[in-house]
Every structure is written in structure tokens, then in C-alpha cells.
């Protein structure tokens, strides 16, 4: 699915160098068909490798996809300049009128704080409330994970002793849902968490299903019945080296920090870390975009969504 992308956007460059198929505005202008719409709520505080991230994975399939890409203005972005946010995001208030086959709401490093402390919280409840009734598909990611649960069920995030840290074994557990087509009945993701969520609290709300989780990392992947939710705990498509910035960025700056865990052979950071979820991360996004997106979103985007909302939020 090539990724349709502005010519300007740093990601274009490095997807570009990595054999990734991204597409210009007026190549994909000429292209007789109807390129799925797909929306980025960004929340990281290092947007453009997240940006080179998410598109790296939307762009490994086989149709079209025309990114947008948003931001909150509730917040004022310290990592990332200024005229970048100008050129390439946009805000709820300027697509407001507009539907989305899908939307992708990324974590944030705002997870130790309590949900309604966050200085952005009111304008992501407007925007979760906005999807809604404009995204067919909406895919959350760690703590916007958190927060949709939270919004939507009233399900809390709760302190970890230490932080989930590291690459961890996971187990499928609904082989047959549509999400996990072509998972091993084990597979690898990443995480990097100080909270978690926990699989009573998703138990007491029917329209939720724990789709895979791991032994030791907890709850991975929460969805809705419908398909229209996707609650994803980790970082499948952090790059090779996320982890090991952060580690040393921790190491650096003198906090407490493990050494991530099945990240570095023998567990030594002065060795190169091994990518032993990529196929995993590809195969998740590839399912979500065909099975959740593609498939069931109408031919008119003013259709969207064709399900009835559910559950009180």
C-alpha cells in the first residue's frame, strides 16, 4: 500500500532510502482510484520519528493511503520546530467536516500523570468524540491505548513497581479474529510503560476482547466487538534503536532504568540490539488496514461510520 505523503515531509527521505513505497501528491493525483483516508494523531513529543515510523508500516501493503497528519493545539510542542507542525499537521477544527477510513492515536509520555491532568486531555476526549461518528477504524497505541479505554469504559491504568521495559513474548489467544491472521501462536513487541491495564477490569465490559497478552508484559491487544476499536498496549513499530535511546537517554540523565529486556544479545548494551518484531509489526498493521479499514469502509467516505456507536463514553 504505497503511503501518500507531502514530497517535504522528512520521513519521505529515510522511507525512501529503505526501499518503502511512499507516493508524491501528483503521481497519486493521477491514480483512478480512491485512496484510503487515514489520520495520525501524533502525541509524542518526537514527532518525526514517529511520523517515519507509523508510515513505514502503513506503506507496507498494496493500496493507496492519503495520510493526514494531526496535532493538539492545547499543547505547545518543545521538540519539534515550529514551521515543520505549520507545514504538515493539521488541527481537529481544520478537518472537523471531513471522514476518515481510519485513525491512529499514538502514545505519550504523560502516563505517570492522572488522565484528566494532562494539559491536552479535554481537546483528545474532543477528538475521541469526534472519531466517533467521522473514522470507520480508530487504532490506539500505549497510552492513547490507556486513554481510550479510560474515555470510552471508565477502565484505569495502574502504577507499575518498575517499568515494563524491554521485548517481550506474547500468546494469541483468539487465533480466528481477523486482526491475528498469520500470527505465530507466540510473537514478539516491544513495550516501554510505567502503567498498565489489566485484564479484570476489561472482563467486566462485554463489548471488550482480549485478542493477546503476555505472561509477563500483561494485556497486549484489546479490541472492540465491532472491530471499530484496536487497543494496542505496546510499541510494534518502534525501529531498531527506540529502545536503546531511551535507555540511554535514562542512563544519562541518572534515573532508574533496567536494562530492556530480550533487547541486547546476552542482555550487554554495549551490543547492537537484535529487530525480532518487525514481521509481527508489519503483519499487525497490514491486518488492521485490509480486515478493519479496506474491507468494510464504503466507497463514499460521507457514509462513514456505517456501524452504530457503542458503549457509553
Keep these: 500500500m504505497p503511503v501518500k505523503i507531502s514530497n517535504t515531509l522528512p520521513a519521505r527521505a529515510i522511507l525512501e532510502a529503505e526501499n518503502v513505497f511512499v507516493m508524491g501528491m501528483d503521481r497519486a493525483e493521477h491514480q483512478d482510484i480512491r485512496p484510503l483516508q487515514v489520520a495520525i494523531l501524533n502525541l509524542m513529543p518526537t514527532k518525526i520519528a514517529t511520523e517515519t515510523q507509523l508510515l513505514r508500516l502503513l506503506g507496507n501493503s498494496s493500496l493507496q493511503v492519503d495520510v493526514t497528519l494531526l496535532h493538539t493545539v492545547t499543547h ?7 514551521d515543520h507542525l505549520l507545514t504538515h499537521y493539521e488541527s481537529l ?3 472537523r467536516d471531513r471522514k476518515f477510513d481510519g485513525l491512529v492515536i499514538t502514545g505519550a509520555p504523560v502516563e505517570q500523570m492522572e488522565f484528566e491532568e494532562v494539559d491536552y486531555w479535554p481537546e483528545l476526549v474532543e477528538i475521541m468524540d469526534w472519531a466517533e461518528t467521522n473514522v470507520e477504524s480508530i487504532f490506539h497505541i500505549c497510552w492513547g491505548a490507556q486513554a481510550g479505554l479510560y474515555h470510552r469504559y471508565g477502565i484505569p491504568k495502574y502504577a507499575l513497581h518498575a517499568k515494563m521495559f524491554g521485548v ?5 489467544l483468539q487465533p480466528t479474529e481477523k486482526l491475528l491472521r498469520g500470527f505465530d501462536d507466540v510473537f514478539l513487541a516491544p513495550h ?3 502503567t498498565e491495564i489489566r485484564r479484570a477490569d476489561i472482563e467486566k465490559v462485554p463489548e471488550l476482547q482480549i485478542l493477546a497478552e503476555s505472561d509477563k508484559a500483561g494485556v497486549y491487544i484489546v479490541g472492540t466487538k465491532d472491530g471499530r476499536h484496536l487497543f494496542i498496549t505496546g ?18 540523565k541518572g534515573l532508574p532504568i533496567n536494562v530492556p529486556d530480550n533487547y541486547f544479545p546476552g542482555n550487554d548494551p554495549s551490543r547492537f540490539p537484535q529487530v525480532r518484531w518487525r514481521g509481527h509489526a508489519n503483519l499487525l498493521y497490514a491486518n488492521w488496514l485490509n ?11 460521507g457514509q462513514i461510520p456505517t456501524r452504530a456507536i457503542q458503549g457509553d463514553f
Excluded: C, M, W
Design 235 to 252: 510499541h510494534s513499530e518502534y525501529d531498531p534503536l527506540t529502545l536503546k535511546g531511551e535507555y540511554d537517554r535514562d542512563v544519562r
Design 291 to 301: 480486515y478493519y479499514v479496506y474491507q468494510v469502509t464504503p466507497f463514499d467516505p
Design 192 to 194: 516501554s510503560r510505567h
Design 168 to 172: 517481550f513474548e506474547h500468546n494469541t
Design 93 to 95: 477544527e481544520s478537518i
Design 76 to 82: 505547545e510542542a518543545k521538540n519539534t520546530d515550529a
